[in-house]
């Protein structure tokens, strides 16, 4: 009885190595073409990048209002979310932006293509 259990999976596997080895032409051919397409992609298409930033805003005595003299009242507190709006207010300001673009130099910032396209989206 153990002889007849062992049959099926000896004849399983003699197919799955015969299908094999008679088609090991084609696998191989199609596991080089798979290789060889995605390669070619991989070197044809631009790479994209993505940039990702957190703003970290410390809570000092200038965002909140305190008298030095006078009366004993409760200081004036600024909430967290108008300090960090008031932060990036400041960061996004086009005085700012101008600086920057002007220190660092609008070609090494922007290639070229990039650069005339965002000149072309500037409203006059």
């Known amino acids: 009885m153990n ?7 000896v004849a399983s596997i ?3 190595l015969t299908v094999l080895f008679k088609y ?8 080089i073409l798979i290789v060889a397409a995605v390669t070619a992609i991989n070197f044809l298409v631009a790479p994209t990048y993505e940039a990702k930033s957190r703003l970290l805003v410390k809570y000092g005595r200038e965002h909140g209002y305190s008298p030095e003299v006078g009366q ?3 200081p004036l ?3 967290p979310e ?3 709006n008031s932060e990036i207010e400041i960061l996004t300001n086009g005085n700012l932006l101008d ?4 220190s660092l130099g609008a070609q090494n910032l922007y290639p070229e293509n990039i ?3 965002i000149i072309r989206q500037i409203p006059y």
């Open 77 to 79: 507190v600024q909430e």
């Open 82 to 84: 108008d300090i960090v």
């Open 99 to 102: 600086d920057v673009i002007n």
């Open 24 to 31: 090991k032409v084609l696998i191989i051919s199609v596991f």
């Open 3 to 9: 002889r007849v259990q062992q049959e099926p999976e």
């Open 14 to 16: 003699k197919i799955f």
């Open 115 to 117: 650069l005339e396209t």
């Open 72 to 74: 004993n009242n409760a």
